[in-house]
């Protein structure tokens, strides 16, 4: 079984990442709606998940290149789905469990460790918990939950095809 069409799989993966963030963008600006910093955090995970896969499509790698481009951009869709997966935690919560406004990014990265900085935008803020659009039902955290899942499940199927391919070229000898 060839590798090639590892490259169209990236190449999907590219533009389904793409058509994802020019819709978040096109919300943000377009529809004027403000992203809160759990929205920017997933949207971040989402453009390096783009461009590794457009990289990946453009480089056309070997076997280990695949795996590497694979470990990485399931990576950012793990991390994406996490964020993800806390702002809809968030949502559905009580609103007198509401955690505090905190100030700017800029602010957190001047006065606040790393880890401090990450722990506080993964306890979100009263922004996050807002519900300011939605779509079959569907808030903008759960549909990026289903992008990232679906991504996860196409660097599956990736994985899957790698280790069935070296497989069938180890029984071969």
């Not at 004027?32 to 971040?44: D, E, H, T």
């Not at 453009?47 to 481009?69: D, E, Q």
């Not at 964020?83 to 700017?104: E, F, T």
Request: with cysteine.
């Amino acid at each position: 079984m060839s590798l090639a069409p590892s490259r169209s799989l990236f190449l999907l993966a590219f533009m389904a990442g793409a058509l994802t963030l020019s819709a978040s963008f096109y919300l943000e600006y377009g529809a004027l709606l403000r992203p809160c910093f759990l929205c920017q955090v997933q949207r971040l995970f989402l453009a390096v998940f783009t461009l590794i896969n457009l990289s990946a499509a453009i480089h056309n790698p070997k076997r280990s290149g695949v795996f590497l481009y694979g470990l990485a951009s399931m990576s950012c869709a793990v991390l994406g789905a996490t964020a993800a997966v806390r702002q809809v935690l968030l949502q559905n919560s009580v609103p007198d469990q509401a955690p505090d406004c905190w100030p700017s990014a800029q602010d957190m990265i001047e006065n606040l460790s790393l880890e401090d900085a990450v722990r506080s935008v993964f306890k979100g803020t009263v922004d996050c918990m807002e519900i300011n659009w939605t779509l079959f039902d569907l808030s903008l955290p759960e549909w990026s939950l289903l992008f990232f899942v679906a991504m996860l499940i196409l660097g599956g199927v990736q994985f899957s095809r790698l280790l069935f391919s070296q497989r069938l070229s180890l029984a071969r000898h």
